[in-house]
C-alpha cells in the first residue's frame, strides 16, 4: 500500500482528492472532458491491468466544480478472474488518499419491468449473490472495524442530493436495489424472476464488492446505474456486451450532466 501511495503522490505532486468516482462501461470518457493527470493501472504498483472492452484502465486526477476529484476510468471485475482483494484494493488505496465521497456507477440491466434502456437509477440498496464478500481474511482495524453495519450502505442524504439533481436537470431519475452475480455469463429467465421477487431492480456483475469495502472504510457512497438492457426473460431479444456500450453511449450526455451536478453540490 505504501508503495501504491508513494508512486501516485508522486505522479500527481500530492494531489489530494476529497470525492472518488468509479466510471462503468462506457463511461469512462467522462474523464476526457477536464485536464486530468492520467496514471494506467499497469503502471501503478498493486494495480493490475483491466481487460474489458469499454474500460480504458486508468486513474484520472481533475480538479472538477471546485472539487478534488480521482476518477477510476474502468475498474477491475471478478469475473476477469482477479481475486476479490484485487477488485477492491482501489477503494482502500482511495481512502489512503483522503476520499470522503465515492460515487460509483455502472451498466447494469433492468428487472423491474418498468424500467427502459437509457434510463439512469440511483441506487438505494443491494443483494450480493456473487458468491463472496471482499471483507473475508484478515480484518485491518485501521481501515475499518470487523462486523461493519451495512443498514446504510448508500447514503440518503446523497440519494436525495441526486433526485435534486436529475430534477433541475429534468433527467427522470429512477431508483431501486441493484443485485450482483459474479458474471461473465449474463443471468437466466429463471435467475431473473428471483431477483424480481426478492424486490432487486437492476442486475449487474460489479459496484457491490466496491460499495462493501468503501462503506466499511467509513466512505460515504452514491450509487447510479445506467440502465442498458432488459434482463434476460424481459423481452426475447438476445444480450449482448455491445448493446451495453451502445446504450451508455446514448444516455452519456444526462450520464455526464448529472455527474456534473452532482460534484457542483456534494
Same mark, same amino acid.
Given at each position: 500500500?505504501?508503495?501504491?501511495?508513494?508512486?501516485?503522490?508522486?505522479?500527481?505532486?500530492?494531489?489530494?482528492?476529497?470525492?472518488?468516482?468509479?466510471?462503468?462501461?462506457?463511461?469512462?470518457?467522462?474523464?476526457?472532458?477536464?485536464?486530468?493527470?492520467?496514471?494506467?493501472?499497469?503502471?501503478?504498483?498493486?494495480?493490475?491491468?483491466?481487460?474489458?472492452?469499454?474500460?480504458?484502465g486508468?486513474?484520472?486526477?481533475?480538479?472538477?466544480?471546485?472539487?478534488?476529484v480521482?476518477?477510476?476510468?474502468?475498474?477491475?471485475h471478478?469475473?476477469?478472474?482477479?481475486?476479490?482483494?484485487t477488485v477492491?484494493?482501489?477503494?482502500?488505496?482511495?481512502? =489512503?488518499?483522503?476520499?470522503k465521497?465515492?460515487?460509483?456507477t455502472?451498466?447494469?440491466?433492468?428487472?423491474? =419491468?418498468?424500467?427502459k434502456?437509457?434510463?439512469?437509477m440511483?441506487?438505494?440498496?443491494?443483494?450480493?449473490?456473487?458468491?463472496?464478500?471482499?471483507?473475508?481474511?484478515?480484518?485491518?482495524?485501521?481501515?475499518?472495524?470487523?462486523?461493519?453495519?451495512?443498514?446504510?450502505?448508500?447514503?440518503k442524504?446523497?440519494?436525495k442530493?441526486?433526485?435534486t439533481c436529475? =430534477?433541475?436537470?429534468?433527467?427522470?431519475?429512477?431508483?431501486?436495489?441493484?443485485?450482483?452475480?459474479?458474471g461473465p455469463?449474463?443471468?437466466?429467465?429463471?435467475?431473473?424472476?428471483?431477483?424480481?421477487?426478492?424486490?432487486?431492480?437492476?442486475?449487474?456483475?460489479?459496484?457491490?464488492?466496491?460499495?462493501?469495502?468503501?462503506?466499511?472504510?467509513?466512505?460515504n457512497?452514491?450509487?447510479?446505474?445506467?440502465?442498458?438492457?432488459?434482463?434476460?426473460g424481459?423481452?426475447? =431479444?438476445?444480450l449482448?456486451?455491445?448493446?451495453?456500450?451502445?446504450?451508455?453511449?446514448?444516455?452519456?450526455?444526462?450520464?455526464k450532466?448529472?455527474?456534473?451536478?452532482?460534484?457542483?453540490?456534494?
Open positions: 500500500m505504501q508503495e501504491t501511495l508513494d508512486y501516485i503522490n508522486k505522479k500527481t505532486n500530492n494531489f489530494k482528492p476529497e470525492i472518488g468516482i468509479i466510471l462503468g462501461s462506457g463511461l469512462g470518457d467522462f474523464a476526457q472532458s477536464f485536464d486530468a493527470i492520467t496514471i494506467p493501472y499497469s503502471q501503478i504498483p498493486g494495480f493490475e491491468a483491466s481487460t474489458v472492452h469499454g474500460h480504458a486508468q486513474l484520472a486526477f481533475a480538479q472538477i466544480e471546485g472539487k478534488n480521482v476518477m477510476m476510468q474502468g475498474r477491475y471478478f469475473y476477469e478472474g482477479h481475486p476479490i482483494e477492491v484494493y482501489p477503494i482502500k488505496v482511495m481512502k =489512503k488518499l483522503g476520499v465521497t465515492l460515487i460509483v455502472n451498466a447494469a440491466g433492468a428487472v423491474n =419491468k418498468e424500467f434502456p437509457a434510463d439512469l440511483v441506487i438505494t440498496d443491494h443483494l450480493n449473490f456473487m458468491g463472496t464478500n471482499p471483507l473475508m481474511g484478515k480484518n485491518d482495524e485501521a481501515l475499518g472495524t470487523r462486523f461493519p453495519d451495512m443498514s446504510e450502505v448508500y447514503k442524504d446523497l440519494i442530493t441526486a433526485q436529475a =430534477k433541475e436537470l429534468k433527467i427522470k431519475l429512477q431508483e431501486g436495489v441493484y443485485a450482483a452475480f459474479s455469463s449474463y443471468e437466466t429467465p429463471a435467475e431473473i424472476n428471483m431477483l424480481r421477487i426478492l424486490g432487486a431492480d437492476a442486475v449487474g456483475m460489479s459496484t457491490v464488492p466496491e460499495a462493501i469495502v468503501a462503506n466499511y472504510c467509513s466512505i457512497v452514491l450509487g447510479l446505474s445506467c440502465i442498458t438492457n432488459a434482463a434476460a424481459v423481452d426475447a =431479444k438476445a449482448s456486451h455491445q448493446e451495453v456500450i451502445e446504450t451508455a453511449d446514448i444516455a452519456n450526455s444526462k450520464f450532466s448529472l455527474l456534473l451536478k452532482l460534484l457542483e453540490k456534494i
